[in-house]
Every structure is written in structure tokens, then in C-alpha cells.
């Protein structure tokens, strides 16, 4: 099925009021062709009075209620055309609500590999300039291409009726248009598909350069970032040159046809009425027709290439919108607790696993048995991994960059499903769990602080909406963040914008942990949680979250391995692969891949402070 004849299909809840729109359109349209003949009557009445030499009194008098009917036709056709319009955007605002609606909806259930594979300027590029392309067709195509079929077929009729033979005459040559401007509109729907997918690429260049900015001019790139827009600015200049190109062969060719259909009813018609075929006012009448005609032909050839560029909108759109969504077939139900925090309590946990009819008790014991991984089929990354996590306990997942650490993290997160094997929590595979009970209950922190547009009040008790000020300044207070979110000009009420860009990364990232204490998860997991903030503040973090994890699992990733040194047990990954597990004390004796990370983490640190050292000397000596 097309995308336009979808587009209908999925719109039916419009459709008496389409019908309505049209018959306010043919209203207006019987109007507007019933005009030429009285015109016609006028022009005659006048020729035949100037041949009788009747005065001007007497030749008004002959036509005055015709003037009148004209009047009043001009009218209602003036007043069933604003109500079709009106009515139209109506139904246009309407359709595209609905389907901007969906998609954007439709956005939130897809797979995390799909945000992978797309481009987020292309995805927006969707979302609006596809969009706005919908509703723009909508908002004045529609009754654009209506007005124009109705009003070319009552004028065609009408000419057959007043000279079948002149009016066949003229009926060929808009044939032979027709079929030009078919041809034309399929040529163009490939044209405005090509330049759809050249502005997305765009627009996804323009915002890496927006997000990336500080990074572009850190390494002095603004030349390379400039000549790589270049080229995707030339590409949809090419592609808007060959687009506009397409739409403006409309306007020459129907200008052509006009002219030939004037030239014929002028000579022809002349003829005509030489021979007293036909009348002076029905010739007017058959020039005023053909301005029916053409001028609604030239609308809905352009029109036409609309629809064009609208069904390639539409593709992308739906491409979108078919997408399958995130499989969820859980039908368990993780319970988290939720009741307002106590300070004497934080670090309880009384949450329960199981659905309505067979609770089970929570403990947060996580095991992975015989799980394999791999974004595709064809690269299975991790095979065979076995992992046991006792509740309660505090995890430690080490390991060079790259070796898989996040992706096991991911997978308790069900952001990507396993091939083979099975995660489960306390027994309980997690494929057979909710996704939003799972996300209620395994709470994650991660490196990349995420602050959207709000107050900071807003921010911390994102992951609980009906949490007091009270509890959002408690848990602040326990991330460090109470005495600088004080300092600012409205404390808790500032309104962080584009991304919180007016606080630094420590600070962001102090937020999404109180975020998080305030959740209060079950289970917590914390990708790099601290790798923004100085070693000060992450002292003073670590003994908040010291009181957060007790009693309940907690799975941490860290570089600074002077900071998961006092974890129950550590996993050392490499390339996808659990090498080594065990105590900090256990793993250095045993003497392994983990001695070798540790001691090259610690020799780092001692040239770093030597650095500094040598630096604070050479400051010295210059000041003395």
C-alpha cells in the first residue's frame, strides 16, 4: 500500500468531515462555472442592443438581474470556498496531531539499536520538516486538488454543453497535459525523497557540530568540521536545485497549453461565430472556461508534485512508525518501594518480586547462566558468561576500555536481549519481567550526565514525580549537591536549560545521583557514576552511597580502582570475557590480569603526582 493511500486509510475518523469539505468545494465550484454563461448573456445583450441602437437605460435594464444573480453567485462561491478551507485545516491540524502523536509515542518503544543505527538530526529531520511537509499538503492541497478535478470537470461539461466541437477541441489538449504532468509527478516523488534524506543528513551534521562544539575547537577542527557540512550543504543544494527544477516545469508547461488553448478558441471560435455557429458571449463564456481550466490545472499539477513530496514524507514517517518495538513479554511485576524517605531508613530494603497472585521475596541476588551476546548474529561478542551476585552484595566490573563492562550492565537493564542463556533475579529470568517493573526496581547511574529542560527540583525527582522538597533536599544534601544548588540565584527552582550547559559536568552529574537516591532502587548500578567529579567530592560522595547501598545489590564500574578496592568481589572482563573474579586482596595475590591493571593505575597516579610535584617547584622557584 502507499504511503498517501495508507495515510487515507488510517485517517478514516475524518472522513464524514471530508465528505463534508467536498461538498462545500462542489457548492462553491457549481458557483463559480455557472458565472461564464451569464457573463456570456451579458456580453450578448449588449452586442444586440448596440446592433438595435438601443440606448445604454434600456440595455442595463435588459441585463440588471443578472447582474444581481451574478453578485449573489461570486458570493456563495466566495463563502462555501472559505468554509471548505476552513473546515480543512480543521481536519488537517487534527491528522497530523495525531500522527506526530504516534510517532513521537512510537519513538519511546523502540530498541536501543535503532537510535544506534539512525542518525538523531534524521530522526528530528522526521519529526519536523517531514512533518510540516504532511500538514502543509493537508492544510491546502487537499482542497487545492479538490477545488481544481471539480472545477475542471464542471468547465469542460460546460463548454461541451455551449459547442461540443470547440469543447473537444480543448478537452485533447488538456488530455495531452494531463499525461505530461503524470509523467512529471512520478519523476518528482524520487527527486523529494532524495532531497528528504539529504536534508536529514543535514541536519545531523548541523547538530554535531551544535553538541560537539567545545571538542571541535579543542583539536582546532573547525576547518575539517566546516569542509564535512560543506559537503552535505552541497548535496542538499544539489538535491532542493533538482527538486526545484521538478516543480517549476509545471508553471512553463501549463503557460504553453494556455496559450495554444487561447490561440484556438480565439480562431476557431472566430470562425465559428462568422458562420453563426456560436455567439460573441459564449465565445467570452469559452475564454473565461478555459481560465478554469487551466488555472486549476496549473494548481493541481503543482499539487500533485506536493503529494509527491508528501508520499516521500510519508515513507519516512512510516518507516519510523513500522518499526517493531521493544519486545516486552514480562508478565511478573518487580515491587520497589516507593514511600517517602526517612532518614533513619535510607538504606532499607523491604521490595518485593513477583505479580498479584504469587509474591516472591526480594533479595537481589543476580545470576547469569550460559549468556551469549552480540549486537548482530554474525559478531556474538560475549559466549558462555556465568556470573553469580549475591543479594546485597557490592560488585566491582574492571577491565581495559572496550572489554564489555557496560554491555553486562546493559543486559541486566534488558537494553539489549541475550541469544542464549538466561539473567535471572532472585530465580526469576528477567525476559519474564515487565520492562517498567525491571527500571523501577534496577536503578543505574550513569557517566554521562542526562539533565532535561527544568528546575532542579524537576530534575532530582524525575524518577519519582510525587516525591516532597523535602525528600528532593535530603537526598540532595546526601550527593554534595545541596550547598551549590543554595548558591545559585533560585536554588532548587533554577531552570536548567539545553542540557544544563550553565553547570559543570561534577555538578550534572551530582544531580543524576541524588536522582537516584531518590528512586531508592532495589538494585543499583553505577557506570562510572563518579568520573566527573574531583577526588574531594567523590570522598564525600562515596559515603552517601556507602548508606544508599547498604542492604541492597550494587554493581559498580569504575576506573579509579582506589575506589571499588572494598567491594565484596570484582570481575575483571576482557574482550567480552569474565578472566578473573574475587577480592581485591585475592585477585593482587593470585597475580593476574587485575595485579596488572591495578599496578599500572597505581604507577599512573605516582607519575601524575610527580608531575604535579615538579610543576608546583618550577612555579616556586620563578614567584622566589
Known amino acids: 500500500m502507499s504511503p498517501l493511500r495508507r495515510f487515507l486509510v488510517e485517517s478514516k475518523s475524518q472522513w464524514s468531515w471530508l465528505a463534508l469539505l467536498i461538498l462545500a468545494l462542489i457548492t462553491a465550484a457549481i458557483f463559480e462555472v455557472s458565472a461564464p454563461v451569464l457573463l456570456g448573456k451579458v456580453v450578448d445583450a449588449i452586442v444586440s442592443g448596440l446592433q438595435t441602437n438601443q440606448d445604454i437605460n434600456t440595455i442595463f435594464a435588459s441585463i440588471d438581474t443578472i447582474i444581481l444573480w451574478l453578485i449573489a453567485i461570486y458570493s456563495g462561491h466566495a463563502l462555501f470556498t472559505y468554509f471548505g478551507e476552513y473546515m480543512m485545516a480543521s481536519i488537517g491540524s487534527k491528522t497530523v496531531l495525531s500522527l506526530r502523536t504516534r510517532m513521537s509515542t512510537h519513538l519511546y518503544s523502540l530498541p536501543i ?50 459547442s461540443p466541437i470547440l469543447g473537444a477541441s480543448i478537452i485533447g489538449i488538456i488530455l495531452v497535459g494531463i499525461v505530461c504532468l503524470t509523467w512529471l509527478s512520478k519523476r518528482a516523488r524520487r527527486v523529494y525523497l532524495r532531497n528528504q534524506n539529504a536534508l536529514g543528513a543535514f541536519n545531523s551534521g548541523i547538530e554535531e557540530i551544535v553538541v560537539g562544539k567545545p571538542i571541535i ?56 461565430v462568422l458562420r453563426g455557429a456560436i455567439s460573441i458571449g459564449d465565445i467570452q463564456a469559452f475564454f473565461l472556461y478555459v481560465g478554469q481550466v487551466s488555472d486549476p490545472l496549473s494548481r493541481s499539477s503543482y499539487i500533485m508534485t506536493k503529494f509527491q513530496e508528501t508520499a516521500a514524507a510519508l515513507g519516512r514517517i512510516y518507516e519510523v512508525i513500522d518499526t517493531p518495538s521493544e519486545i516486552d513479554n514480562g508478565k511478573l511485576v518487580l515491587s520497589n518501594s516507593k514511600s517517602p524517605i526517612n532518614t533513619d531508613t535510607i538504606g532499607s530494603d523491604s521490595s518485593i518480586m513477583g505479580n498479584t497472585s504469587n509474591p516472591i521475596t526480594h533479595t537481589g541476588t543476580i545470576d547469569f547462566e550460559h549468556v551469549d551476546f552480540g549486537y548482530t548474529p554474525s559478531n556474538v561478542f560475549m559466549k558462555d558468561i556465568n556470573i553469580h551476585i549475591p543479594g546485597g552484595s557490592m560488585v566491582a566490573i574492571v577491565g581495559p576500555t572496550g572489554a564489555g563492562k557496560s554491555t553486562l550492565v546493559n543486559l541486566i537493564m534488558r537494553f539489549y536481549d541475550i541469544m542464549n542463556g538466561r539473567i535471572t533475579i532472585d530465580g526469576v529470568d528477567i525476559r519474564d519481567v515487565s520492562r517498567e517493573s525491571l527500571h523501577n526496581t534496577v536503578g543505574m547511574v550513569l557517566q554521562d550526565a542526562w539533565i532535561f529542560t527544568g528546575t532542579i527540583a524537576d530534575n532530582i525527582g524525575y524518577g519519582k514525580p510525587n516525591a516532597t522538597r523535602q525528600e528532593i533536599e535530603y537526598v540532595a544534601k546526601l550527593a554534595m549537591a545541596d550547598y551549590f544548588i543554595r548558591t545559585l540565584p533560585n536554588g532548587y527552582d533554577t531552570v536548567l536549560k539545553q542540557g544544563g550547559d550553565d553547570l559543570s559536568q561534577g555538578q550534572r552529574q551530582l544531580i543524576t545521583i541524588a536522582r537516584a537516591f531518590l528512586a531508592d532502587p532495589s538494585i543499583l548500578i553505577l557506570d562510572e557514576a563518579t568520573a566527573n567529579v574531583d577526588t574531594r567530592t567523590e570522598v564525600e560522595v562515596q559515603k552517601a552511597m556507602n548508606t544508599l547501598l547498604k542492604g541492597r545489590t550494587s554493581i559498580v564500574i569504575a576506573h579509579r580502582l582506589s575506589t571499588i578496592k572494598n567491594a565484596d568481589f570484582l570481575l575483571v572482563v576482557e574482550n567480552g570475557t569474565i578472566v578473573e573474579q574475587g577480592t581485591h586482596q585475592e585477585l593482587i595475590e593470585r597475580g593476574g590480569h587485575y595485579k596488572e591493571l591495578y599496578e599500572n593505575y597505581v604507577a599512573g597516579r605516582r607519575a601524575m603526582t610527580s608531575s604535579l610535584i615538579v610543576l608546583i617547584i618550577i612555579l616556586f622557584s620563578k614567584l622566589v
Open 113 to 162: 539499536e535503532y537510535f544506534h543505527d539512525h542518525q538523531r538530526g534524521d530522526l528530528l529531520s522526521r519529526l519536523t520538516s517531514d512533518l510540516d511537509a504532511v500538514a502543509e499538503t493537508i492544510g491546502e492541497g487537499v482542497p487545492g486538488l479538490v477545488s481544481a478535478i471539480i472545477g475542471i470537470i464542471g468547465a469542460t461539461a460546460m463548454m461541451l454543453w455551449i
Open 217 to 272: 575547537q579543542t583539536f582546532g577542527l573547525e576547518d575539517t568540521t566546516t569542509n564535512q557540512v560543506q559537503v552535505l550543504n552541497e548535496n542538499l543544494f544539489k538535491s532542493m536545485r533538482s527538486a526545484a527544477f521538478t516543480s517549476q516545469l509545471v508553471e512553463p508547461l501549463v503557460k504553453f497549453l494556455n496559450q495554444f488553448t487561447y490561440c484556438l478558441v480565439a480562431i476557431q471560435g472566430g470562425l465559428m
